[in-house]
């Protein structure tokens, strides 16, 4: 399978900085991992939008994928309760 290219919106970092450290470091690796497999095992589909989230613990990722151009976009990571809004 061919390696996307991952693109991370800055509003991303803004929202990793008041996450723990710990719940980080554990996000950073789930988006890196997204550049090989950008459709993972427990990843779905939203409703509505050509966007796509998966989970790490109580966070969301959500991403955009443009297969013609082979990018993921990470557009937005939150608390499950929020991230959606």
């Not at 290219?5 to 450290?21: F, G, I, N, Y």
């Not at 980080?24 to 497999?37: G, H, N, T």
């Not at 989970?55 to 443009?66: D, F, S």
């Amino acid at each position: 399978m061919a390696r996307y290219k991952l693109v991370v919106r800055r509003s991303v970092a803004k929202d990793l900085r008041s996450l723990p450290q710990a719940d980080v470091a554990r996000i950073l690796v789930r988006i890196e991992a997204l550049q090989m497999d950008p459709r993972p095992p427990g990843c779905e589909k939203l409703s509505g939008l050509e966007r796509y989230r998966i989970r790490q613990g109580v966070y969301r990722i959500l991403y955009e994928i443009a297969d013609e151009v082979l990018t993921v976009v990470v557009v937005k990571v939150g608390h499950r309760r929020e991230v959606y809004r």
